[in-house]
């Protein structure tokens, strides 16, 4: 199955990464967000990837007007009627999220394939909302999308083989490949990632030591390419804070429960890379 059509829900980070992605790759896409403004942001954040990434591979030079050609911007449900597949990448928060698959649901094809790009919520009870359980799977993309070659593809409880293969093969398309693993909130990367950025917080809180020196152990010591604060600032420490509240409501176990300061950070707006300020300082 060729797909050219994929409907992406939410313009953040994470969904202009994909819809980028996915026009780089000659698919016809539809950038959907209930924001105007989060529309335009979204738009020149793509044409400054597309250049930024013009830097270092100067063999395979994209124009940036030529793939936003390929991308249409738009606040209009109605207009995912067409997309063959649709990739969600709203907030974090259930309320959030079932009032979109309950919309996208009725207005997309019957024969659509949803995929949550979610970092924590289940799978399973995503589905739990549509009239295609079968058809929806959990696509984790790492961040920034367009230069991760790797994502975590995630088997509800009704996901038919058939959709697996289908979500597969676009990520195939994108240049990607997938490790596919079974329903749990949070499923592996982050039920591990999430823990280890928190419990950095903490070790931050508690003045144990700096957030250079806690990623510089991280780096140097493990080899990691960046510690657990430069991560959660380039996640988003809002981001952060939604996943861990997560893990913390579907196990009902205290080693999830939000560090204070992570509360504090995000209730000042500092969520990272994206604002501007988080563990470090973005000018």
Known sequence: MNIKVVGVVGAGVMGRGVAQNLAQTNHQVILLDNS????????????????????FNKKDLDIPDDILQRIKFSTNYQVLKDAEFIVENVTEKWDIKKEVYAKIDKICPQDSIFAANTSAISITRIASVTNRASQLVGIHFMN??????????????????????????LLAQMGKECIIVNDSPGFVSN????????????????????????????????????????????????????????????????????????????DAGLYGRKSGQGFYSYG
């Open 36 to 55: 105007e403004k989060a529309l335009e942001q979204a738009k020149q954040e793509i044409k400054n990837n597309i250049r930024f990434q013009g830097f």
């Open 144 to 169: 920034p999308v367009p230069m991760k070659p790797m994502v975590e593809m995630i088997r509800g409880y009704y996901t038919a083989d058939t959709t697996i293969e289908t979500a597969k093969q």
């Open 191 to 266: 039920r591990v990632l999430m823990l280890t950025i928190n419990e950095a917080i903490f070790v931050l809180q508690e003045q144990v030591a700096t957030a250079a020196e806690v990623d510089k152990i991280f780096k140097t010591c493990f080899g990691h390419k960046m510690g657990p604060l430069e991560t959660a600032d380039l996640i988003g420490l809002d981001t952060i804070l939604f996943s861990i509240e997560v893990l913390y409501e579907s196990f009902n176990d205290s080693k999830y429960r939000p560090c204070s300061l992570l509360r504090k950070m995000v």
